[in-house]
């Protein structure tokens, strides 16, 4: 079994996006940078292309995977916002609020 240091590992961040009627997220929908706020401080990257696998996705669900983050928490509540772009390349930004980061052995 995989031991974590004293100060923990960097965090690994998971973004999902999905509709809350289960219909298909619009065409082209895409994540690409996002940031996690805790308590003042800012984390901002790059969402990797990193996904499940194809048989674990679903057509009203988005989910991305963000890695080598600060290590914040575990037992904190953050706030994650997440840029969206659609097929016509419009932004959009989206905010959750009091996201537990919980550690994970």
């Known amino acids: 079994m995989p031991v974590s240091p004293p100060d923990g590992k960097p ?6 996006v999905m509709t ?9 929908l895409q994540a690409d940078a ?9 984390w901002s990257t790059w969402i990797d292309e990193e996904a499940p696998p194809p048989e674990d996705e679903d057509p009203f669900r ?6 080598n983050g600060p290590k914040f928490g575990p037992d904190v509540l953050v706030t994650a916002v997440v840029r969206l772009t659609d097929g016509l390349s419009t932004v959009y930004l989206l905010r959750a609020d009091n996201q537990y980061i919980y550690r994970t052995d």
Do not use: K
């Open 34 to 42: 996002a940031w996690v706020v805790c308590e003042g401080e800012i």
């Open 62 to 67: 988005l989910v991305r995977i963000a890695r």
């Open 20 to 28: 809350v009627d289960s219909t298909d997220l619009p065409f082209g």
């Open 11 to 16: 965090l690994i961040a998971i973004f999902t």
